[in-house]
């Protein structure tokens, strides 16, 4: 009947009408010349590529709770700059195949990845990730990671690398290969910070590789340390070695009269060992 039909409509209007897309290509792709943003909370992005990707050449990258991802061949929510800064911050679920999970990087500023809910990556490197050149690269994770090769990763060039994970009461930070990858090239530190959330990983609980001395970046002293690693009340269950740090600086080679010492502090307020649950 004429009225059936009418509330039919209606209901189908109400579930389209909330921002979602649905794409046999990319959700959503963007390549500019200057700043982009997005946002969309309430919609759900189902791509056959990568969900969101986000890349200008010179300009700032936001993408700020995009809503729900679904990247079934890519990654689901990609942004880059060359030159400014780019923040992501995720507050639902994200799923990924063939992609990576959360990725950011930057050229000449920073950049700031936060996922505030699970990431499920199926065959893909990184959960979530942050890289900066010229810039501080830090990574927040307050849910979980499921499980990609690397779950949580920072890498800057002449910046910091920071990793935060705080516990989640139903989600732990799950990788192949590595839980926490720190690497710093330069002038800044690492410091990886794991607040009560468990690390599974099939190899390495945390990795930390730090090449070039740590300095204040006003007065260009040397830090006191080049990386700090804080773990606080959590847990590493690691089929490999649970944390593992290299540190060098080039100089004791080539110039040892200016050579700086890489100084390492490890805070470990955890427990680790090997894997309890089978891992598929």
């Given amino acids: 009947t004429p009225l059936y039909s009418s509330a039919a409509s209606d209901v189908y209007k109400r579930q389209t009408n909330d921002g979602s897309i649905d794409a046999d290509g990319s959700g959503v792709n963007v390549l500019s010349g200057g700043n ?95 890289s900066a050149v010229n810039g501080n690269a830090t990574v927040t994770i307050n849910g979980g990671i499921d499980p990609p090769n690397i779950g949580g990763s920072a890498i800057a060039v002449n910046g910091n690398s920071t990793i935060v994970v705080n516990n989640d009461p139903v989600f732990n930070v799950e990788a192949n290969n590595i839980g926490l990858f720190g690497a710093n090239f330069g002038s800044g530190k690492i410091s990886i910070t794991n607040n009560g959330e468990t690390i599974d990983s099939g190899g390495a609980g945390i990795v930390a590789a730090k090449i070039g001395a740590a300095v204040d970046p006003i007065t260009g002293d040397p830090l006191p340390e080049s990386i700090v690693i804080q773990n606080l009340g959590g847990r590493i269950e690691a089929d490999g070695v649970g944390i593992s740090v290299t540190a060098a600086d080039p100089n004791s080679i080539l110039d040892p009269a200016n050579a700086v010492v890489n100084n390492v502090r490890i805070l470990s307020l955890i427990h680790i060992s090997e894997p309890t649950r089978p891992r598929l």
Avoid: H, Q
């Avoid at 991802?69 to 994200?94: D, E, H, R, W």
């Avoid at 959360?102 to 065959?123: F, H, K, P, Q, R």
């Fill in 36 to 130: 982009v943003y997005m946002t969309g909370p309430d919609g759900t992005i189902d791509a056959v590529d990568n969900g969101i990707r986000m890349i200008t050449t010179n300009g700032n990258v936001d993408i700020i709770d995009p809503g729900t991802i679904n990247a079934t061949n890519g990654s689901g929510v990609v942004g880059a700059t060359l030159n400014g800064a780019t923040t992501i911050t995720t507050n639902k679920t994200v799923t990924a195949t063939n992609g990576n999970g959360v990725y950011g990087a930057s050229i000449n500023g920073d950049t700031n990845v936060t996922t505030n809910d699970l990431v499920s990556v199926t065959n893909g490197e990184f959960g979530a990730a942050a």
